[in-house]
């Protein structure tokens, strides 16, 4: 039997949520959180990854720009290991440049690969360049004004 405005004579309103409904969003939540939380889990690990790219194309790019200005990349084949940057490792090498429309113009191309390990693979970046060598100086002495 109900009374006016609609409560039942026990004085109980019918609002609420029953256990079904609590139920269905629970078993919602148990199928929706391990995905977003494996989702969040990736993000960090290619937040990371990328990091670890700037940095690696940092030091490439240092190294590259040291053995240009040095001169030190006419000895040929070098690497080592960067004293700043634990983990991070690098590898020089220079191979003559050979263009069909170009022939005999001396070009070098000079690679410098930095490699660290990271998410149990082996990494790697690699920066180019191309070196023309420059013609060797010539020093002429002359005099002038001498007398006789």
Not at 51 to 70: G, H, I, P, Y
Not at 108 to 131: F, K, N, Y
């Amino acid at each position: 039997m109900k009374i006016k405005n609609g409560i039942s004579k026990r004085g109980k309103s019918s609002a609420g949520f029953t256990l079904l409904e609590v139920l269905t969003a629970l078993a919602i939540l148990a199928i929706v959180l391990p995905v977003a939380m494996e989702g969040i889990g990736l993000v960090t690990q290619l937040a990371g990854l990328t990091r670890q790219r700037a940095v690696a194309s940092n030091l490439a790019e240092t190294k590259l720009n040291e053995l240009v200005v040095t001169g030190s990349w006419n000895n040929g084949a070098s690497g080592g290991d960067f004293s700043t940057n634990p983990g991070y490792s690098w590898q020089a090498s220079t191979q003559t440049c050979q263009e069909p429309d170009l022939p005999n113009a001396g070009l070098t191309e000079l690679d410098v690969t930095v490699a660290w390990q990271s998410l149990g693979r082996q990494r790697h970046v690699t920066m180019t360049t191309l070196l023309y060598p420059s013609p060797p100086s010539s020093s002429t002495s002359t005099t002038t004004g001498g007398t006789q």
